[in-house]
């Protein structure tokens, strides 16, 4: 069965600094996708970066990136230039292509210190 | 901006009571999702829909129930509201492939006395 790990339950970054929040999935697919979402206090979850599995570039969108190594099975994102919005709930996830499966972790807790 | 609305988005209610928690989409997505979400911690799936007419429990058991007669309506009903349901509620919705993104609702944050 897949799994996604965040083993950090929560991070801190001083503003304007750069952050790397980690994220470990199993499976035996070869044909996937990897998401990062953010969930900001009480306000609505969001789609922050996506990856296909069958590319091999890093996904990248503004301030986000990815570090996405598909032979260790890991897909760990990138915050540069950290603002004080970016604090909130940090969820990796895993989805099968084509089919319900869509898993998440247990989400990693940002803090960005002014 | 998704186009997914939950009502209500607080919700106080007596123990005993039959409960509907209300998630549209008008982006005419097929896949549907219920995740129970306590603040901060991590994603429960409860129900989750492939579109009109299907309905499938997730992973998480659930005294819920769902229905999809409409592809832009997934409602959850809870028949007896117990202490133990109150949590957050998402509703999330997914149009397939190329993208399989999730599109998430507000969320409706349910208190059973």
């Known amino acids: 069965a897949q799994t996604v790990t965040q083993s950090q339950p929560e991070m801190s970054v001083q503003e304007a600094e750069t952050v790397t929040l980690s994220c470990t999935y199993d499976t035996s697919e070869s044909d996937y996708y990897l998401f990062w979402y953010k969930q900001p206090p009480s306000r609505q979850m969001i789609l922050v970066i996506r990856q296909e599995a069958y590319k091999q570039q890093n996904a990248t969108e503004n301030r986000f990136s990815v570090n996405f190594q598909k032979a260790a099975k890991s897909f760990s994102l990138k915050i540069s230039d950290s603002q004080l919005g970016d604090a909130a709930m940090y969820f990796c996830?895993?989805?099968?292509?084509?089919?319900?499966?869509?898993?998440f972790g247990t989400g990693t807790r940002l803090k960005v210190l002014a | 901006e998704a186009d997914i609305y939950q009502t209500p988005r607080y919700l106080v209610i007596g123990t005993g009571k039959k409960i509907t928690l209300e998630c549209s989409q008008t982006m005419g997505h097929d896949k549907m999702y219920w995740y129970q979400q306590d603040p901060g911690m991590e994603l429960h799936l409860i129900h989750y829909?492939?579109?009109?007419?299907?309905?499938e429990k997730g992973d998480l058991s659930s005294e819920s129930t769902v229905s999809r007669i409409r592809t832009e309506h997934f409602p959850l009903t809870l028949e007896s509201a117990r202490p133990s349901h109150t949590s957050q509620y998402l509703c999330?919705?997914?149009?397939?492939?190329?993208?399989?993104?999730?599109?998430f609702g507000p969320g409706t944050r349910l208190l059973v006395l």
């Open positions: 829909s492939y579109g009109v007419n299907s309905t």
């Open positions: 999330a919705s997914n149009p397939g492939l190329p993208k399989e993104t999730q599109y």
């Open positions: 996830a895993y989805s099968d292509s084509g089919t319900y499966k869509y898993i």
